[in-house]
């Protein structure tokens, strides 16, 4: 699967796109903790205290919101999903000002 990352979720994983072979990233999940593993200081910027999806992040799994479906961050991924990373939406934690610090 392909982990894309747009604006500054690019700066944050220093690249714009990551091939995932890892069958156990089988949910979006399980593709988060994956992420965090390779990335810890990303944690904040995706997870909130409650270890849930933060809100005003706008993540796509294969173009479709996983927040509109039953199963939302437990959304089933396939070998061949795409998985979309922006920027929040709102003024929060992660801003330009932020990232240039880190």
């Given at each position: 699967m392909q982990a894309h990352f747009y604006a500054n979720m690019r700066t944050l994983f220093g690249t714009s796109s990551?091939?995932?072979?890892?069958?156990?990233?089988?949910?979006?999940?399980?593709?988060?903790a994956l992420?965090?593993?390779?990335?810890?200081?990303?944690e904040p910027n995706l997870l909130d205290l409650n270890g849930n999806l933060r809100p005003d992040v706008p993540v796509?799994?294969?173009?479709r919101n996983p927040r509109l479906t039953p199963t939302g961050i437990d959304?089933?991924?396939?070998?061949?999903?795409?998985v979309s990373f922006f920027s929040p939406i709102s003024s929060g934690k992660m801003n330009v000002e932020v990232m240039r610090e880190a």
């Open positions: 990551l091939a995932v072979d890892d069958a156990a990233a089988d949910t979006l999940r399980k593709l988060i992420l965090i593993e390779l990335r810890p200081d990303a796509y799994v294969d173009g959304t089933p991924l396939k070998p061949d999903s795409i």
